[in-house]
């Protein structure tokens, strides 16, 4: 393969070349930025190569092809994933040395590509990898958003959203396909025409494709992330603009480019945001007739179109793809409705992220009506054709008025999954026990995984080096391997070993954290980390709760001996969220006072990280000692968080939920600190009354935390600014922190013991590490490929 053959002399040259002839800039006035696009295009050029190989074989065997359907794809940076897969490492770092230039920095130069909200998009990004590093040739369709997740910042300890401009610099990642792309309408009005629906859609916009390579492990095989862009159907309006009227003529560009201007930060519900709807309907329409003219231009028969296509499509966002593609089939090429349905099926499934009912999408009747109105016809056609097939059946698509978009996207499926098992047994007996009992094979689970590449290899160079010295590199795609690690275990020189890159990655952590957000932190610390959307269902009020109580604890008794301990907290809130935001202002609030102390900031500190993101993640989960996985059992539908930092050895302190519950199976009890109710005791503590004010009275340090909050100990300038919080939790207490409080910190104890003691320490963290291998996104691709898509790997020559 020709990226093996380069040595770090090419590399020197063509980034050079690069430099020179594409950016136009003489190396004696480079800046950081423009050495990285430089590199950046000299590894792109090795990357277009595999690229083509992966593409090139894909034509001649025309296998089935996977399209993942996802709003949301948070890739963050693609600079150092390719040269990773290519290898190209060793050749990069001796080119810029060369140049007299840092590698980190240069890769750290490169903005995060943040379009996504959090673990969904995430997952969809790891998906992209692992589906390239197998070989299963696929396409990622999503939306290509000029502004991204907002960025965070605190002023006075709230949070400010500003937006984030990534596509500001020049993105080398992409190709923009001018030939390939697709009109969308939207309203109009249905008509009829020689006994066909005619929807004649009264506004257009133009749906313009940007690919970027998503290449796999040692460039074996690349896919192709196709993103839309909104762009008007005619350019200005000339005669407008010569009459003077310059803003009215670059309303029409204006208006359809609103359609990819923003990523929606709130995960939370989508009602009543018409533009959210458009959004929906925009990509999943372009994706749907890319892919039927891909599939056209291979000559097959209509019918067959589920032996080419596996549409998967990525919670409810693009579940219009059911209505739209028998809209395709049946309005456009004449296929008989009830065929049209089953063909469909036949490629489409659904995955399903969260059970919490205030997320699962439904759009009113009136809107879609205007909207889209022949899918809403076609929606009660397909309400009746389920019907039809299922006498008896209480299901219905539209409810109040509203169409539920989870229903549709279930019954358009031939397969639905839940991300972990107790979220996919949790599905079949709340939110689709009715549909479930009708299709009782249609619901499967795929836990979710993570890709190794990114968040060990890459995230964790130390650790990695380890790991391929004592049982060499087969682990990078074959995760399970690293169960061989478990010989080593009562090895005292593998762990000192072990404990030795933990402590080193520690160190780097602490002076980044000096360097950059001018705190201190004591590196033999433990380091407790809780990074994640700030959501009431994660608790991190819990966290801080328990924080508060024991800074009372050891104010009251500074010489007992603590456990020094950093708690780190990162994460965005929905700007919306009200609540969420208070939390980040509390967390912020009491992380002031704490620092501050005298007397206990030696044992406790409180840091609030801004700007959460991916590559944040990958610099913070390496250094972490304790991975804070504590949300009220039954909401988190997996996690994958959780996963990254039991591989990278941070044992878990958390709750039976979502994952957690498999990651604990794995890892062994003794290495998981477990607490809190289960989610059947969680539904019977909410039936009894008064269940916040008995756990408080039952616990003085839960009392004393909740009454130092509401007495303003953390905000001395406005003492009721905690009130809402404080009623919330002493009240209705929906997420029942109160009632977990007491095990959540019996729970902080045992893990504070376990570290006390280094060599139980590293032991439970490598256990940690040898035993997550299963939680490998490529295995659970696999799955996806056998359980649902029925597809298998190709090779590129
Ligand atoms: C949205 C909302 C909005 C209303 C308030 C509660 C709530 C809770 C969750 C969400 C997010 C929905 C989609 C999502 O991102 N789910 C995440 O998907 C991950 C990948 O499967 C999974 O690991 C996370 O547990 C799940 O929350």
Redesign the pocket.
């Known amino acids: 393969m020709e990226a093996y053959s380069l040595t770090a002399a090419d590399m020197r040259d063509s980034i050079l070349r690069h430099l020179a002839y594409e950016l136009g800039t003489d190396p004696g006035h480079a800046t950081l930025h423009d050495w990285r696009i430089a590199l950046s295009l000299a590894v792109r050029d090795r990357l277009v190569d595999r690229w083509f190989a992966a593409n090139r074989a894909t034509r001649a065997a025309q296998p089935k092809r996977v399209y993942y359907l996802s709003m949301?794809f948070l890739i963050g940076r693609l600079l150092e994933d390719a040269i990773v897969n290519l290898r190209l490492e060793e050749q990069a770092g001796t080119a810029l040395a060369d140049l007299g230039l840092d590698f980190d920095a240069v890769i750290q130069n490169e903005p995060d590509a943040a379009l996504g909200?959090?673990?969904?998009?995430?997952?969809a990004a790891c998906f992209m990898e692992s589906l390239a590093t197998i070989g299963c040739p696929a396409f990622g369709y999503g939306i290509r958003y000029e502004n991204g997740l907002f960025r965070q910042s605190f002023q006075d300890g709230r949070q400010i959203e500003e937006p984030e401009d990534w596509l500001s610099q020049f993105h080398a990642w992409e190709f923009e396909r001018r030939d390939v792309a697709q009109e969308i309408r939207f309203g109009g009005e249905v008509t009829q025409k020689d006994g066909r629906a005619v929807w004649t859609g009264a506004e257009a916009v133009i749906a313009a494709a940007f690919d970027t390579p998503i290449i796999g492990w040692k460039g074996r095989w690349a896919n192709t992330l196709r993103l839309w862009s909104a762009q008007p159907l005619h350019g200005f309006d000339l005669a407008r603009f010569n009459r003077g009227e310059y803003a009215a003529a670059a309303e029409p560009e204006a208006l359809a480019r609103t359609i990819s201007r923003v990523l929606y930060p709130?995960?939370?519900?989508g009602q009543g945001k018409e533009l959210r709807l458009k959004q929906e309907y925009f990509f999943t329409a372009a994706s749907l007739r890319d892919i039927l003219r891909r599939f056209e231009a291979e000559g097959g028969a209509l019918a067959d179109l589920p032996k080419k296509a596996a549409i998967q499509l990525n919670?409810t966002h693009p579940a219009i793809a059911g209505p739209e593609l028998v809209r395709l089939l049946h309005d456009e090429r004449g296929m008989a409705l009830d065929e049209a349905i089953a063909t469909a099926r036949g490629c489409l499934s659904y995955?399903n992220?969260?059970l919490?009912?205030?997320?699962l999408e439904r759009w009113s009747e009136d809107l879609m009506s205007q909207l889209l109105p022949r899918h809403m016809q076609l929606i009660e056609r397909i309400d009746e054709a389920h019907a039809a097939e299922m006498p008896g059946r209480r299901v219905t698509l539209r409810e109040n008025g509203e169409v539920k978009m989870g229903e549709i996207a279930f019954t358009m499926a031939h397969k639905v999954n839940g991300?972990?098992a107790l979220?996919t047994d949790l599905m079949k007996e709340t939110v689709f026990a009715d549909l479930h009992r009708l299709h009782p094979d249609r619901i499967v689970n795929e836990t979710?995984g993570v890709t190794p590449r990114r968040w060990l290899l890459s995230a964790n160079p130390r650790l990695s080096r380890l790991i391929t010295e004592t049982i060499g590199e087969g682990w990078v795609d074959d995760l399970e391997q690293l169960d061989r690690l478990e010989a080593s275990i009562s090895d005292p020189g593998f762990l000192d070993a072990y404990a030795k890159a933990k402590r080193e990655n520690k160190q780097d952590f602490a002076e980044w954290l000096a360097a950059e957000q001018g705190v201190r932190v004591d590196p033999e610390a433990l380091f407790d980390v809780q990074i994640k959307?700030i959501?009431?269902?994660k608790r991190q009020h819990l966290n801080i709760l328990e924080t508060v109580a024991l800074w009372r604890e050891i104010k009251a008794n500074p010489g007992a001996g603590w456990v020094p301990r950093v708690k780190i907290f990162a994460g965005k809130a929905?700007p919306g969220?009200v609540f969420a935001k208070e939390i980040i202002h509390l967390i912020n609030d009491v992380a002031e006072v704490l620092n501050a102390d005298p007397v206990t900031s030696p044992y406790l500190k409180v840091l609030f990280l801004p700007n959460y993101n991916v590559s944040l993640a990958e610099r913070l989960i390496p250094a972490a000692d304790l991975s804070e996985q504590i949300?009220t059992a039954g909401?988190?539908?997996?996690?994958?968080?959780?996963m990254k930092f039991a591989l990278n050895g941070a044992p878990t302190i958390g709750t039976l939920d979502?994952?957690n519950v498999e990651i604990r199976d794995r890892v062994g009890a003794r290495n998981f600190f477990l607490f809190g109710m289960t989610a059947q005791e969680v539904e019977a503590r909410r039936a009894v009354p008064d269940h916040a004010r008995q756990a408080i009275q039952a616990d003085p340090r839960l009392g004393g935390a909740l009454k130092a909050i509401s007495q303003g100990a953390f905000s001395p300038s406005d003492k009721h600014r905690y009130r809402g919080v404080v009623a919330n939790l002493t009240g209705q207490d929906y997420f029942l922190v109160c009632s977990d409080f007491t095990a959540y910190w019996d729970a902080q104890r045992r893990a504070e013991a376990a570290f006390a003691d280094p060599a139980v320490w590293h032991r439970g963290a490598a256990c940690n590490t040898a035993r997550a291998g299963w939680f490998s996104s490529d295995r659970t691709i696999r799955g996806y490929m056998t359980d649902i898509w029925g597809t298998v790997p190709l090779a590129a020559e």
């Open positions: 949301e909200n959090g673990g969904l998009g995430r997952l709130d995960d939370t519900t919670d995955t992220h969260t919490m009912p205030e997320a991300v972990s979220h979710n959307r959501h009431e269902y929905a969220y949300s909401k988190e539908a997996s996690g994958t968080g959780n979502g994952a």
